[in-house]
């Protein structure tokens, strides 16, 4: 277990001093969980960062207002979103202008950037939100699920991603070596 989940676990059942990890563990085991994994009873730590954190421990959660970025900024191939996965947020995101030309999705700095992302997960919520949810935990537990469940359908989508790429590689693998054979045979 990560030092970072066992901040969390700690955090997550209330405890303020170290105790032995089996001590934690046992903590952790009476409490009571719905059927996504989730805490049923919120303790004075138990937040939707921390609750999302118990069960993405490298989820990377951020308050910040990002209504002000203008949309055809989101959408550009180098937009920095890797920022996003950082434990602490620069908010100069959020006055981020392109410098030049908007490179290609095919350009390989652009692609190595984003299988750096892949399986990284990060959670930003607006401040009006972020104070709603501290002020009703009905609704922080409401929202667990769906954010569960778009994250399965994220690494649901990036396997399939993956499998769909290795596949091409392979008959463009096979290709060059009927055609190598082929060329062969003149």
Known sequence: MSSCAVKTCFRAIGIKQNLIFSDIL?????????????????????????????????????????SKINTSLWQRNDYPFEIFFEDELDESVLDWKPTSREPSMLDAGVQARINAARGK?????????????????????????????????????QRLAAKRALERKEQLEKAELEKRYQQSLL
């Open 26 to 66: 046992y903590q952790s085991q009476k409490r009571t969980y719905d059927k996504d994994g989730f805490y049923i009873n919120r303790c004075k730590y138990g937040g939707l960062e921390d609750r999302l954190k118990v069960q993405y421990p490298n989820l990377k959660y951020h308050v910040l207002d990002t």
């Open 121 to 157: 997960y990060a959670i930003i919520i607006p401040p009006a939100l972020e104070e709603k949810l501290e002020n009703n935990p009905e609704l922080s537990q409401s929202i667990l699920p769906k954010m569960s469940t778009l994250i399965k359908e994220q690494e649901r989508n």
